[in-house]
């Protein structure tokens, strides 16, 4: 059974500073992907990064990038230059290759101005 | 490319009642996979679809079923609806080319269907 770990139920960043947003998982597969999904009040879960773990470099996407550490099974999100868009829940969500997304309780990140 | 789609949108039943909810997804996407989520819950995973055939099943009662067409378009249902029905129900796609081997398809979402249950 995998379990995806989010201990920040709130986070606050000021407009234009960066925030991490924390993810730790536990799993016993040896091949597995991470995702991080955004999901606006609205409800859609959007799509931001994806880590595979046999990936040796941190993924990036534009202002999100992934502090991939698989010795310590976490998998923080990195927002850099928080927008005021950029406000609404933060999931971490891992699948073992079965397809399945096992998800975390979330991060609602708030960004003031 | 146009997204997922669910329809629809917002839903009120009481209980008893059964629903039927849609999914349309990515044009090419071969996988379709329903998840609940609920404030008390989070975000469960109900099922997966591929090629018409139920691929994967979440630990949930035999009341929540689905089916997939053969244009990967998915429908779930749910009979005998309870309160604890409740939630938004997402719907999501993937490419799924992986076979045999080990591989994991990003898989992207619709905007939900709303159900509230009295």
């Known amino acids: 059974a995998q379990k995806i770990t989010q201990t920040q139920p709130g986070m606050f960043v000021q407009e234009k500073e960066a925030v991490t947003l924390d993810c730790t998982y536990d799993?016993?597969?040896?091949?597995?992907?991470l995702f991080w999904y955004k999901q606006p009040s609205s409800g859609e879960m959007i799509f931001l990064i994806y880590?595979?773990?046999?990936?040796?470099q941190n993924a990036t996407e534009g202002r999100y990038s992934l502090n991939f550490q698989k010795a310590r099974k976490s998998a923080n999100l990195v927002i850099s230059a928080s927008q005021l868009g950029d406000s609404a829940m933060y999931f971490c969500?891992?699948?073992?290759?079965?397809?399945?997304?096992?998800f975390g309780s979330g991060t609602r990140l708030q960004v003031q101005p | 490319k146009a997204g997922v789609t669910q329809t629809p949108r917002y839903l009120i039943k009481t209980r008893g009642q059964q629903v039927t909810l849609s999914c349309s997804p990515i044009?090419?996407?071969?996988?379709v996979s329903w998840y609940q989520q609920t404030p008390g819950q989070g975000l469960q995973f109900l099922f997966e679809?591929?090629?018409?055939?139920?691929?994967n099943k979440g630990n949930f009662p035999g009341r929540f079923s689905g089916r997939q067409f053969s244009n990967s378009r998915s429908e779930m249902n749910v009979s005998t609806l309870e309160l604890g029905d409740s939630a938004l129900y997402l719907c999501?796609?993937?490419?799924?080319?992986?076979?045999?081997?080990?591989?994991?398809?990003?898989?992207?979402f619709g905007p939900g269907t709303r159900l509230t249950v009295l």
């Open positions: 999501a796609s993937s490419f799924s080319v992986g076979l045999a081997g080990w591989v994991t398809d990003t898989q992207y």
């Open positions: 799993t016993s597969d040896q091949s597995y992907g």
């Open positions: 880590q595979g773990s046999y990936d040796e």
């Open positions: 969500a891992m699948s073992p290759g079965r397809r399945a997304l096992t």
């Open positions: 044009s090419g996407h071969r996988s």
């Open positions: 679809y591929f090629s018409e055939t139920q691929r």
